[in-house]
């Protein structure tokens, strides 16, 4: 019977030792540039960094002005000194609210998304 106890204590606490961990495995966004609620000048790029490398070919991003209608922008980029970091090439946005559309794949392969506002002044 102890040894039975052991093992169930064994396995509770590499479980609690082990969760973390997994649960930080898939691409989770850490910040963008322009920032989530921010207000900002007419921005020639944006950037959306992670916490682990993203696979460019199966992430996307999608911007779409305050009417809801999609504003054409050339598919996101790796940046080249930080695998982390997703790059759009923006048109001239005229002043208004935009809305970020993100599709990020991790290493692992686990697809994650999320979306974000910012307004042009």
Known sequence: MKKLNMLGLVLAVASAVL?????QAHASLKNSTPAAGSTVSA????????????????SAVT???????????PKPHIDTADVTTLHVD???LTPGGYSVQWVAVGAD??????N???TVK
């Open 19 to 23: 969760s973390p961990q997994l649960a």
């Open 43 to 58: 921005p020639k790029d944006l950037s959306l960094t992670f916490n682990e490398k993203v696979e460019e070919s199966f």
């Open 63 to 73: 911007l779409k002005d305050a009417a809801g209608k999609d504003v054409a922008t």
């Open 90 to 92: 923006l048109p001239t």
């Open 109 to 114: 392969g686990h697809r994650r998304t999320g």
């Open 116 to 118: 974000f506002n910012f």
